[in-house]
């Protein structure tokens, strides 16, 4: 079963616009990973960010981790067209498989 | 240096035949797992390997699919007796370690379609 649940599932934005989306989780968790996937094609690793860790930041990225809500979001700032894909939360427990959501579909219009 | 590849990219089979997807993880990479995405959902857990050994096979959806690991390094994953519900892509992902929940690096997949 799915661990991770992203919100919206579709966000629809205008290049140079910030994309925030969400993610909940159900169980305690080793760490988080968002990982973007571009159609037709394989998913690449964006940011992991620990348990321990509150928000972290790689270029245009922004993610943020509250535990006690059981809780990640996502920031895209400064939007461009090759932003266009599905970008999933994955959760790792003690077990060390990936968990992954259903996704949220980010269309960057030009 | 070269990423996870996977082999065929795309293969399509009869329902009841079996099929063979293959995975090349990273050089050096011990930990490898299997994924399946269906149309329009999410990654499912199907399998890992640390080193040849698969401790968790708890994802694998039914005895008709199994997985081996040989030389530490290609796996493959087979499919008996194809079903329409076995339609999907097929995700290999290799990390370094799997102490700490390392990075994991995917390959491109392989698209199955069962007629």
């Known amino acids: 079963s799915q661990q991770g649940e992203e919100d919206p599932q579709a966000l629809s934005i205008q290049e140079g616009e910030n994309a925030t989306m969400n993610c909940s989780y159900k169980t305690s968790i080793n760490n988080l990973q968002w990982y973007r996937q571009n159609s037709g094609r394989g998913l690449v690793h964006l940011i992991l960010i620990r348990s321990n860790e509150r928000e972290k930041h790689s270029g245009r990225l922004r993610v943020t981790l509250d535990t006690s809500k059981k809780s990640s979001s996502l920031l895209i700032t400064a939007s461009r067209a090759a932003d266009t894909a599905s970008y999933f939360c994955a959760t790792i427990s003690n077990d060390y498989k990936l968990s992954f959501g259903a996704g949220t579909t980010v269309t960057v219009r030009a | 240096g070269a990423g996870v590849s996977q082999s065929p990219s795309n293969k399509v089979t009869e329902k009841g035949k079996d099929v063979e997807l293959r995975c090349d993880p990273i050089s050096g990479h011990t930990a490898l797992y299997w994924y399946r995405q269906s149309l329009g959902q999410g990654l499912e857990f199907l399998i890992y390997?640390?080193?040849?050994?698969?401790?968790?096979k708890s994802g694998l959806p039914s005895d008709r699919f199994s997985a081996e690991r040989t030389g530490g390094s290609v796996s493959t994953l087979t499919i008996q007796r194809t079903q329409q519900e076995d339609s999907a892509v097929y995700l290999c992902?290799?990390?370094?370690?799997?102490?700490?929940?390392?990075?994991?690096?995917f390959g491109p997949g392989t698209r199955l379609t069962v007629t």
């Open positions: 390997f640390q080193g040849n050994s698969a401790p968790d």
């Open positions: 992902a290799s990390s370094l370690t799997l102490v700490g929940g390392s990075e994991q690096y």
